[in-house]
């Protein structure tokens, strides 16, 4: 029961944080979804950071907490697809195609950076 309370308590934080991240578009309408895209790099930064820094024995609940609910919580893959199958389906195929690219390149390459620079 502990552990679902970690997480629920991390997703919390990460689904506020991530709400917070999307203010930010209003100041700069556009019809590319840029902030999902920092969401999700920002969020693989991170949890590459965590994953490298927090021992998986020892820190397997603040793992909880950090990995699996911050940054579930604040990382948008729902989103993303979301947003991505409205750009298709609207008709804006490239900027669709460039969204996914985006999103995977950075996330996976976010990831590996927090993992790196943290060791």
Do not use: K, Q
């Not at 902030?35 to 490298?52: C, D, F, H, K, Q």
């Not at 699996?68 to 947003?83: D, H, N, P, R």
């Amino acid at each position: 029961m502990n552990g679902l309370l970690l997480v629920a308590l991390g997703s919390a934080v990460g689904g506020v944080a991530r709400y917070g991240l999307s203010l930010l578009r209003y100041p700069f309408p556009s019809t590319f979804p840029y902030w999902t895209l920092a969401a999700n790099v920002l969020g693989s930064i991170a949890i590459g950071v965590a994953a490298a820094l927090i021992d998986p024995v020892e820190g397997s609940r603040l793992r909880l907490l950090v990995l699996t609910g911050f940054c579930g919580g604040f990382t948008t893959f729902s989103a993303f697809s979301l947003e991505a199958f409205g750009l298709y389906s609207e008709g804006f195929h490239a900027a669709a195609l460039i969204s996914v690219a985006a999103n995977l390149l950075g996330s996976i390459g976010g990831c590996a950076l927090g993992y790196l620079l943290s060791r």
